[in-house]
């Protein structure tokens, strides 16, 4: 990857989010005005995104974004309007942008078309657009070609193919290799063949497949269906036949009104009411910064807070004349950087739903591909992430995604034999778990084949025969470098893409993958992403000297000034008598005399009769709002879920889940010794 | 103990600062400081093998490429030491596990640290908690 690009990949990443939320926005019923935004927005988007790829020698790409930009364009000059399914479409259109920028950031080749999966609804698109005032209705673009072939079509053959789709005609294509000392004559005996079952269109050039020699042709003809047997095909002739267009797309508007045999072009659609461009005020996007600028402004903030720290305790060891005036000017300064700090964080964060909503369009669109319905939900999109991960996720997401739906999802026919309902689900959960987000992604299917994947560990030497591992251990195997149950990949899944690979995009983040699942009952692939900041509320308390923040999520009762308690006590809450162990036991920290000041703790989201245990403190300091930073891999503590820089140094932010275990080990250890 | 450093594996050399202790601290390393708005974790020699608790304060942290940084009390210089210099570490040593070699020059004995090997043990120690 050429990190001078850095800039560029960050403007392009915020790009694609702003195209994705926009994208959201037309999904939901709003006023014209809002739409017509969102598709300027969205237009804009794209335009940008050709000209940034232009400029870096991107062609493929900054042609895809470039047609992209002319389907926008029409939208927004009042010529298609904006439906569910063309919302859909054009969604698949960005997310195949943005596979394709991912693809380029990793130093992959340009393909030669990035929208070569959408390129019929495309064309339909464009086809189905009300043409421009004085132009005739052209559906030439409906036809599954690329664009060099419909480039070759002449001016009759394009109102051939509008007229024969609009009386209802589909229309096929043909395509053959012929030998050059006979083509002339096989390609004559083969097109008056093709002409008795229906209208040719057109002749024209095509490639010529690899391992064969000779001349290609596509002959395009209009008819009900193509009859191979009544032409008179030599061995090693017929490249291919497909069907190019189908008139049921065309919708029946366009169809009304027309005698269905006339070669005329149909008589524009109802004009729709211009939409007028909106007012200034309703255009005005939310400010976004990429990344890489909201990082640096991060640090040079952080340097300020530090600075402001050393003034602080300097003018602490030193009063001056002054008194208290300077200390209380300084703890405003703290409380303004910390606005400052949220707000940068707010720049970097992006609800989760973002990420869902990527997916979204590409599980109903494998399901339509693969003949598997598929019943989606979502839990947890209110939860927020970092805009640098969810650019980062998104393709290891879809990828895993992917694989539920073409390896773990059965087909209708043997679910509804298993006594499972048609449709295969999957259920994709996102929570925070101490430091982490962690999604959970569930499906209903078959399960990890383990037979196979043991004797596929065997075959690679990375199991031995008659060692019987654990399921765990299968699990793990599966995401191994270079490790694929299947010979070749299948074409949904594939992609050169495996497991091993998502693993290890996912351990880049600092992220853990972990994969379980059931025969006939279903999968659930677990990601767990650390989040490097957040804003925490928490309850302040000291322990040992130390000052932690403990995030309100999990403080279930605060209890102060009570009597002298010890770890392993009991004590009463709500009724309730539950275990008390001291902080510093959890911590590993030199044991107190015993305490007067309690947190009760509980699981986050649980429920009220769960795990809990009463936490002994020193002294209840009161609550805050921190701003958390993680903590490197190597300085990770047990119970600890980051820090947050304060005058008087470090205050830890304690994983409430993880004091949960430590305590009740520690709780453990007690009576063990008793 | 006098080390070798590659200029190759520094980030830079910063002042000393006070060390956040982390309660419950993993073996190797004493706490964090706040380096360039994140916490960089600080290691504690003591507890390499071989390892030795540094005399006074130390007066600087070389903040190593892999987000490491390392205590130090003064910088010598640089040097560019000949290949007839250096020579292994035996099997005994137990520096071995982060040294990768040993350097004789005018009378020093230069131990050079191997970032790599440091951060395998750093992981192996976090593995055996």
């Known amino acids: ?674 | 103990m006098d080390l070798l450093l590659a200029t190759l594996d520094l980030r830079e050399v910063v002042a000393s600062t006070a060390v956040a202790p982390l309660p419950g601290r993993p073996r190797g390393i004493e706490g964090v400081v706040f380096y360039q708005g994140e916490f960089l974790p600080v290691l504690a020699w003591k507890d390499l093998p071989g390892g030795s608790v540094p005399e006074g304060e130390a007066g600087a942290l070389a903040v190593l490429r892999p987000r490491l940084g390392l205590p130090i009390q003064r910088l010598f210089g640089t040097i560019d030491p000949p290949s007839e210099a250096w020579r292994e570490v035996d099997e005994q040593d137990p520096t071995a596990a982060w040294v990768s070699g040993i350097c004789t020059m005018e009378g020093l004995q230069l131990r050079a640290l191997d970032p790599a090997r440091l951060i395998a043990l750093l992981r192996r120690f976090r593995e055996d908690r």
């Open chain 1, 1 to 674: 990857m050429d990190h001078s690009f850095d800039d560029v990949w960050a403007e392009c990443e915020d790009l694609f989010q702003q195209a994705h939320e926009t994208l959201a926005t037309l999904k939901e019923p709003q006023s014209s005005h809002v739409v017509q935004a969102a598709i300027n927005a969205l237009f804009r988007t794209t335009h940008t995104l050709k000209g940034m790829a232009g400029m870096l020698g991107f062609h493929s790409f900054s042609r895809a974004a470039h047609r992209m930009e002319d389907i926008f364009d029409l939208m927004r000059k009042g010529r298609l309007r904006s439906t569910d399914s063309l919302v859909e479409t054009l969604e698949s259109g960005v997310l195949a942008l943005e596979a394709g920028m991912a693809d380029l950031r990793r130093g992959r080749p340009e393909p030669e078309d990035y929208l070569y999966a959408i390129r019929r609804e495309l064309g339909e698109l464009e086809a189905l657009a009300r043409p421009a005032q004085g132009g005739v209705q052209d559906l030439t673009s409906m036809l599954d070609l690329p664009a060099d072939a419909l480039k070759a079509l002449s001016e009759y053959e394009r109102t051939r193919v509008t007229a024969l789709l609009m009386s209802s005609l589909p229309i096929h294509g043909v395509a053959i290799c012929l030998d050059f000392a006979t083509f002339d004559e096989r390609l004559k005996a083969l097109s008056e063949a093709l002409g008795a079952q229906g209208e040719l269109i057109s002749t024209l050039p095509w490639d010529v497949p690899e391992g064969l020699d000779g001349l290609a042709f596509l002959l395009v003809v209009a008819c009900s269906t193509v009859d191979l047997g009544a032409l008179p095909l030599l061995g090693g002739e017929l490249i291919s036949t497909a069907l190019l267009a189908n008139p049921d797309r065309v919708p029946s508007a366009l169809k009304e009104g027309d005698s269905g045999q006339s070669a005329e072009a149909p008589a524009p659609v109802e004009e729709a009411p211009v939409v007028q461009a909106p007012p200034l005020a309703q255009e005005v996007e939310i400010l976004r910064l990429p990344a890489l600028r909201v990082e640096a402004l991060e640090a040079r903030l952080m340097a300020v807070g530090q600075l402001r720290d050393k003034a602080s305790q300097l003018l602490r060891r030193n009063p001056g004349p002054l008194g208290e005036h300077p200390i209380a000017l300084m703890t405003q300064m703290e409380e303004g950087l910390l606005e400052v700090q949220k707000s940068l964080l707010q720049m970097r964060m992006v609800k989760i739903e973002s990420l869902f909503s990527r997916i979204e369009p590409m599980v109903k669109s494998l399901s339509r591909d693969t003949g598997k319905p598929v019943k989606l939900t979502f839990n947890g999109g209110e939860l927020e992430l970092e805009r640098s991960l969810l650019g980062k996720l998104s393709e290891p997401f879809l990828h895993l995604v992917r694989n539920a739906i073409d390896h773990g999802l059965e087909p209708p026919s043997e679910r509804l034999a298993l006594g499972k309902s048609e449709s295969g689900s999957i259920r994709i959960t996102a929570s925070q778990r101490g430091r982490n987000l962690r999604f959970d992604i569930r499906d209903d299917g078959r399960g990890f084949n383990l037979e196979r994947i043991e004797s596929r560990g065997i075959e690679l030497g990375l199991l031995k025969r008659g060692q019987s591992p654990t399921p765990e251990r299968l699990h793990r195997l599966a995401l191994e470098p270079g490790f694929s149950t299947k010979d070749r990949a299948s074409q949904l899944s594939g992609r050169g893409v495996g497991m091993d690979v998502v693993r290890a995009e996912v351990e880049a983040l600092g992220g853990e993958l972990h994969l379980s699942s059931e025969a006939r009952r279903g999968s659930l692939i677990r990601l767990s992403i650390p989040l490097s900041r957040a804003v925490v509320s928490c309850l302040k308390v000291r322990c040992a000297g130390q000052v932690f923040g403990i995030p309100l999520g999990s403080v279930i009762r605060v209890q102060a000034g009570r009597p002298l308690r010890h770890g392993g006590d009991q004590v009463d809450v709500f009724g309730l008598s539950l275990p008390l162990e001291s902080l510093q036991a959890c911590l590993g920290l030199p044991e107190p005399d015993g305490q007067r000041s309690y947190v009760v703790l509980g699981q986050q989201g649980a429920a009220s009769r769960s795990v809990s245990v009463a936490l002994g403190v020193d002294e209840i300091l009161g609550r805050g709002e921190l701003l958390l930073r993680s903590l490197p891999e190597l300085a990770h503590a047990a119970g600890i879920m980051g820090g947050s820089a304060q005058e008087e140094g470090v205050l830890w932010v304690l994983d409430p889940e993880a004091v949960l275990g430590l305590a009740m080990d520690s709780l453990m250890r007690r009576v063990a010794r008793v």
